[in-house]
Nanobody, 119 residues
Framework: QVQLVESGGGLVQPGGSLRLSCAASGFTFSAYIMRWYRQAPGKERELVALIMHTGDSTNYADSVKGRFTISRDNGKNTVSLQMTSLTPEDTAMYYC????????????WGQGTQVTVSS
C-alpha cells in the first residue's frame, strides 16, 4: 500500500518551466527524506534535489542549482519540484524517492514522469 505517484511531466520548449508533483501514501511521510532523481537514456541515474523532513534544509545537483526548487507539504503528503530555465539537457525520466535513515533503512520509489525539453 506504499505509493509514490509522480505527475506534471510533459513536453516544454527550452527556457520554459514545469512543476512536478509527487503524492505519497501508506507511510509516515514526515519521517522521510524526500528526493528527486532523473535518468536519461544511456546515462546514470542522477540525484537532482533533496529536502529534509521538515523542509528546513535542501540540496541540489550543480547542474540544476539556481533553476530548480524542491519543496514539501507534510500536511498534504506531497513533494514538488519547480523547474525553470529548462534546457534539452534536462530531458529525462524524473523519479520521486522517499528515504528513511533511522533504524532500518527504507527506500521507496515512484513510477516516474517524463520531462522532454525540445523546440
Amino acid at each position: 500500500q506504499v505509493q509514490l505517484v509522480e505527475s506534471g511531466g510533459g513536453l516544454v520548449q527550452p527556457g520554459g518551466s514545469l512543476r512536478l508533483s509527487c503524492a505519497a501514501s501508506g507511510f509516515t511521510f514526515s519521517a522521510y527524506i524526500m528526493r528527486w532523481y532523473r535518468q536519461a537514456p544511456g546515462k546514470e541515474r542522477e540525484l537532482v534535489a533533496l529536502i529534509m523532513h521538515t523542509g528546513d534544509s535542501t540540496n541540489y545537483a550543480d547542474s540544476v542549482k539556481g533553476r530548480f526548487t524542491i519543496s514539501r507539504d507534510n500536511g498534504k503528503n506531497t513533494v514538488s519540484l519547480q523547474m525553470t530555465s529548462l534546457t534539452p539537457e534536462d530531458t529525462a525520466m524524473y523519479y520521486c524517492n522517499a528515504f528513511y535513515v533511522v533504524g532500518t533503512k527504507r527506500n521507496y520509489w515512484g513510477q516516474g514522469t517524463q520531462v522532454t525539453v525540445s523546440s
